[in-house]
């Protein structure tokens, strides 16, 4: 098992990541001193019916006793993230609170369990401890660190929101064993990212073994994702609440990318991955018409590695109209130039460029239209 540490002064917490360290559960919370005998732990039938029994005997062997909320079946699992699902759990929580029992949470799941988890966990009696036990490639490597929470309005994602920090991570890499294909694919798209970002050596591994090459071999998953959780954890301590320019390197690929999914919510057929992979070049294109992009040879190692991990280059049939409106232009004012790109200069190394005109950002959209 390695660890590493979130340096937030008296709000800082360890990131355990390691294969099958689940069972030591107990043993983490006992370092954080988390002295709750009575957890909730939020998750989402898919998941738990491959861990429940070997989370609740990790925990019995510290004393604590654990309550599953199972959130209900849903065709998309983003549906978790909503009020209905948050207020029965504040009510599950309220109820064994009331028996007199001190509670905390453990959210053992994706980023939609763990934003849902933390968002209740930051509100409850204005904050209760809770932990992060990701299930996901995407929250071991980004959503479980940072204490972002939150809960979807029908209005849109993420509407309601708190920046929580959880008290420990437990990435045991052995629960990715059952997640489906696509969400490994997803996964490696925010890991491409951070090796594009900050970490030349994270992009050559990936570059060298691929999807396969990483996901087979148990020492090197544990190395990619602790170099990006190494990355993602001190990025949050420099910024915890987003405002020194400094996180926001963390949204390379998400501004077109965000774009593309919003633009083609109805069809269901791009996942964040995906999108976010299209995201990263339509950036990398940009850069280059800025001339920002020093390293010439990026946008064709990072479509090669792309391929590699079954994310794709292009997005599908989406009007340029349609993308700009899904960034917040509206017709009269596309000529404003208002938005702010995380553009890649070397592998490893971004810039922050505000005001992207509207012709490059036009020429780069077209050029990854299929
Ligand atoms: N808080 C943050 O900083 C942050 C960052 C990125 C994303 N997010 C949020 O995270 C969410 C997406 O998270 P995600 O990509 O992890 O998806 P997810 O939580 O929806 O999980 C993906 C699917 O995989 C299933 N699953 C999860 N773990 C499994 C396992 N081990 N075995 C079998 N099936 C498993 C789930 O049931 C679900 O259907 C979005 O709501 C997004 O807004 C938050
Ligand atoms: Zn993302």
Do not use: D, L, Q, V
């Given at each position: 098992m390695r660890a590493l540490q979130v340096r937030l002064k008296d709000r800082s917490y360890p990131i355990f990541v390691g294969r099958d360290i689940l069972s030591r559960a107990a043993d983490v919370l006992n370092k954080v001193k988390i002295s709750q005998k009575h957890a909730i732990v939020v998750s989402q039938k898919e998941i738990a019916a491959h861990c429940q029994w070997r989370l609740t005997d990790a925990l019995a062997k510290g004393g604590v006793e654990a309550a599953f909320f199972l959130t209900p079946a849903a065709k998309?699992?983003?549906?978790?993230?909503?009020q209905g699902t948050y207020f029965k759990l504040i009510k599950q929580l309220a109820l064994l609170d009331g028996k007199g029992r001190s509670v905390f949470l453990i959210a053992l799941g994706g980023g939609v369990i763990g934003d849902l988890t933390g968002f209740a966990a930051a509100v409850y009696r204005r904050g209760i401890p809770y932990i992060q036990i990701p299930t996901t490639l995407t929250a071991q490597v980004d959503s479980a660190i940072g204490g972002k929470t939150g809960i979807d309005l029908p209005e849109g994602k993420n509407l309601l929101g708190a920046i929580y920090q959880p008290r420990a991570v437990l990435s045991d890499t052995a629960l990715l064993d059952t997640l489906p294909d696509r969400h490994w694919s997803d996964g490696f798209a925010e890991v491409i990212k951070y090796g594009v970002i900050r970490d030349a050596r994270l992009f050559s591994i990936l570059e060298k073994n691929g999807k396969e090459g990483i996901r087979k071999n148990h020492r090197l998953l544990e190395k990619v994702i602790l170099r990006c959780a190494r990355i993602k954890a001190r990025i949050v301590s420099e910024d915890e609440w987003d405002k020194k320019d400094i996180r926001i390197v963390l949204n390379f690929g998400h501004t077109a990318g965000h774009a593309i999914e919003a633009a083609s919510r109805f069809s269901r057929e791009v996942t964040h991955g995906q999108a976010v992979a299209v995201g990263m070049l339509i950036a990398s294109d940009i850069a280059d018409s800025l001339g920002v992009l020093k390293d010439k040879t990026l946008t064709g190692r990072l479509e090669k590695t792309l391929l590699k991990f079954d994310l794709p280059l292009f997005y599908k049939g989406l009007s340029t109209e349609a993308l700009f409106r899904a960034m917040g232009y509206d017709k009269k004012k596309t000529d404003s130039g208002k938005n702010r790109f995380v553009l890649p200069v070397t592998i490893g190394k971004t810039a922050v460029v505000s005001d992207v005109p509207t012709d490059v950002l036009t020429k780069a959209l077209e050029k990854r239209r299929n």
């Open positions: 998309s699992s983003e549906a978790a993230k909503s």
